[in-house]
């Protein structure tokens, strides 16, 4: 069993910044591509970020390009996904993903594992 920890998320004004992070098992940050997902009430998942097994590739979502940046650390096992200029439709709950191929982690059903996932919400 993959345990994927979240930790970072919470209340934050509008133009603000949080910092997320997802902690895992060595074995998934030495094999697994890692992203994040959001989901807001009422919506379907939707990518935020993606990072490739070595950090070198990265792909975003549309909607947060430019505010967002993803960076992994493989020697702590840990993934982040930095947040800056937070506007009120960033409000969601964000989950850490790991997927065995980059180029599919866009795709939901894709993602191998899955964290619980940490709310955040931007108050306007």
């Known amino acids: 069993q993959v345990t994927l920890v979240e930790s970072g998320g919470g209340l934050v004004q509008r133009g603000g910044s949080l910092r997320l992070s997802c902690a895992g098992p060595?074995?998934?940050?030495?094999?697994?591509?890692m992203a994040w997902f959001r989901q807001a009430p009422g919506k379907e998942r939707e990518l935020v970020a993606g990072?490739?097994?070595?950090?070198?590739?990265?792909v975003y979502g549309d909607s947060v390009k430019g505010r967002i940046t993803i960076s992994r650390d493989n020697t702590k096992n840990t993934v982040y996904l930095q947040m800056n200029n937070l506007k009120p439709k960033d409000t969601a709950v964000y989950h850490c993903?790991?997927?065995?191929?980059?180029?599919?982690?866009?795709?939901?059903?894709?993602?191998?594992?899955w964290g619980q996932g940490s709310q955040i919400t931007v108050s306007s």
């Open positions: 993903t790991a997927d065995m191929n980059f180029e599919r982690l866009p795709v939901v059903e894709s993602n191998d594992y």
């Open positions: 060595g074995r998934i940050f030495a094999n697994y591509a």
């Open positions: 990072a490739a097994r070595s950090g070198d590739m990265t």
